[in-house]
Structure formats: structure tokens, C-alpha cells
DNA sequence: CTGCATAGTTACAGACCGGTAACACCCTAG
DNA sequence: CTAGGGTGTTACCGGTCTGTAACTATGCAG
């Protein structure tokens, strides 16, 4: 729950689990290493037996989550298998209680707000990762039997994304109330296009 | 243009101007008051002097790009005087241009990423201003004859948040490609709906 | 019991951070 | 000429940061 989680399980585990909520509620730079460790229940020593720099930390904490997000895909195919369509829309159901989930926006694109220099290791793994995502949710529209595809699945992860940062700085009382009512009229209309 | 502009104007002016820029390129808590006074062609004292530490100027920085902004909704009404709709696509387009202009997102959103305590006096300026701004969009898209202004501003504005993020993880060659397709495309089926 | 990998502890290096004190300098208003 | 406000300079404070060194404790395999 709090910071301070120090289930016994091998120490770079606790590490890396702790240092993605903690890299997600205050920001990369806002958490020092020393910081994490004892969070963990560690030590700085460990942690840079496990990894060679902060860095490298931030890039496995980034892979982390893209595992995260990717098991939730999975699930959206084990309980409507076969069913695209019913799984485009438990995505933007998913997408929603995301958004109401707490007011920190998307962990790579604060990631990328915080990390700018061009050459920094994470940034090739961000890009790596959201380029991934997009194509996932790209062809879910396509086998949804959506002729658009790529245009709706765009939109929609624009969206997403805007609803996301919309909470970091208005609050979930904002545009971002609005998402599902968007997302779903899009995918009627784009429903009742013509299928290439 | 580079970091180092030491045009000849007051002090305060020269650290303000340069702290938008700096904190623009690189993040804020990228950024010391030392480079940022050093950049201006001055020193840490005289920063001090105007500016009551570095969150006050900070907030300064935000307030001075939400002015810049406001301009922007100005030479629309200038360019297009009394056309709402015709102003609406110029807002269109500007967003667009924005999109190219760097690969850094919006730095209001950006602010919101990297200052995560829930008091720091940036998040309300940051509310407040974003409020406006959404404000802005709604009376424009109302005034412009649409009748769910509300929707569309919050739908656009969503979408252009959201490709600002999308240039930023993926760059400029993503999904926010699509940005003025979309908005036209929303404009149009808005239009067509009734009008209250 | 021995040996070895893993983990914890303390201390430190070197840099940078935001912020302040004390003082010298210039320019301009009177 | 003089007084004073705005500015520049240097040095410093206490704190935090990433990263390392040297050493100790633990637990498990043979």
C-alpha cells in the first residue's frame, strides 16, 4: 500500500516494484535512490548490484509496466475470446476506470516530460513501447471488422492520452468526463462507415 | 535563439524569458537557477531580488506562457473578425503548426508531470489557467453555431493534449499525423448535428 | 564444516542544488 | 557633486544527489 511495502521476496524485485510506484506518484527525478532502497527494505549497494545506474532502473521500470499493460490486453481476450469488437469496447472501459484511478497521467509520457535529453536510454524504450501499443490496438480494430482502422485507433488513443493529461492538470472533473461518450460515438460512426 | 540571449532589457525580463525557454527544452527540475541566470546574462542574486525563490518564478513563467496564448486567440478575432467558425480552423491549424514546432508537449502539462505535490503553488495557476483555456474553446465552438459546444471543445481540446503527448513518446511521425484530419472531420459532423 | 554468492552497513567522494551575506560598482536623479 | 537604487561579484551554507569502497553478516551447497 504505502511507500513502505517490504514483502520478503528477492531485493530486486522489491526494487523495481517499489520504484514504480514510486517513480509514478513523484516522478523520476522527484525520487532519489536512497529514497527507493529504503523504501524496499534495501540498500544503495544492492540496488546498484542489480543495476548498473538510476537509468537503467527507470528503463526496467518502463518495460515493467509495459508488461502490466500488456497482461491487461490478455485479459481483454480471455473474457470475450474471439469477440474484437467486445474487447475494443472493454478497452475503453478499462481506459476509463484508469482514468479515475488516481490523478497521475500516463507513466511513460511523464517519463518523457522529465527525461529530455534526446540520447537518454528511455527514451528509445518509450518510443519502442507506445509504438507497440498503438499497433496492438490498431489491428483490434481492424480484425473488429472497422474499415479505418489505423484513423480510429489513433483517435482513439489521442484521446486516451488527452483524457490522461487533462486529469494531471484539471482534475477528473474536466474534459476527461466526457472520454467514454467520445470513444464510443466513435466507434459507432466509424461502424457505420463503409468496410474497405 | 540558443540558450544564451543576452539582448539588453531589464533583468527581470531577460531571467523570465529565458526560464521559459530553458524550462521548455528541458524540464524544470532539469534546470538550476544558476544556468538560468547565467543564460540571462546575469547572476543568481538579481534573480532573487525579483523573484522570491524559484517556484514564485516558476509560476511567473507559466502565467507569462498563458499570456502568449491568449494573444494567439486575439489574432484570430483580428484575422477573422466576427467569424467564429472561420477562427475555430485557425485554431486548428495553429494547433497543427505547434504540433511540428518541437517535439517538447504543452508546458502547462508538462509543469503538472514533474511537480507532483499536491500543494505546490504551480498546480493551481496550472488549473486555473487550463479552465480558461477550456473556456475559451467552449464559447468559441458556441458562438461559432454548434450546438454541443461543450462536447466539441472538450473533444478537440482532448485530442490536441493528447497528440502534444504522442510527438513528444513518439515523435512527429505518430498518430498525431492525423490531428487535423480529425478535428476537421469533428468540426464538420458537429456542424451537422442540430443545433440546440 | 567449508566456501561462496548474496545481501547489509558505514563511510565517503564529488557534484549540484536552492538560497543568502557582504561588499563593490555603476548610472542616473536631484 | 552627491546620494541612492539597481546590479554584479565572490564566497559561502546546508542539504541532496548518484555512485563507490571496504568491510561484515547471512544463508545455502558441497
Excluded at 537509468?55 to 490486453?73: F, P, Q, S, T
Excluded at 469496447?89 to 497521467?105: F, I, Q, T, Y
Excluded at 528511455?122 to 471488422?145: F, H, N, P, S, Y
Amino acid at each position: 500500500m504505502a511507500d513502505g511495502v517490504v514483502e520478503r521476496s528477492r531485493p530486486r524485485d522489491r526494487i523495481l516494484e517499489t520504484a514504480r510506484d514510486m517513480f509514478h506518484k513523484h516522478g523520476i527525478k522527484g525520487v532519489g535512490v536512497d529514497a527507493i532502497t529504503e523504501a524496499a527494505g534495501t540498500n544503495k549497494m544492492t540496488l546498484y548490484r542489480h543495476f548498473e545506474s538510476k537509468d537503467e532502473l527507470i528503463v526496467e521500470c518502463l518495460r515493467a509496466n509495459a508488461a502490466k499493460a500488456g497482461a491487461m490486453w490478455e485479459a481483454f481476450e480471455a473474457e470475450f475470446p474471439g469477440d474484437k469488437l467486445a474487447q475494443l469496447h472493454a478497452w475503453v472501459r478499462k481506459a476509463a476506470v484508469m482514468l479515475n484511478a488516481d490523478g497521475r497521467g500516463c507513466d511513460m509520457a511523464n517519463a518523457a516530460a522529465e527525461l529530455t535529453e534526446p540520447e537518454h536510454p528511455a527514451r528509445l524504450v518509450i518510443k519502442e513501447l507506445k509504438e507497440a501499443q498503438r499497433a496492438r490496438l490498431v489491428t483490434l480494430c481492424r480484425d473488429a471488422g472497422i474499415g479505418q482502422a489505423e484513423l480510429l485507433a489513433d483517435t482513439l488513443s489521442l484521446l486516451f492520452e488527452g483524457a490522461r493529461v487533462s486529469v494531471q492538470t484539471v482534475g477528473n472533473e474536466g474534459p476527461s468526463t466526457q472520454f467514454v461518450r467520445m470513444a464510443e460515438g466513435l466507434i459507432v460512426s466509424f461502424r457505420g462507415a463503409a468496410a474497405v
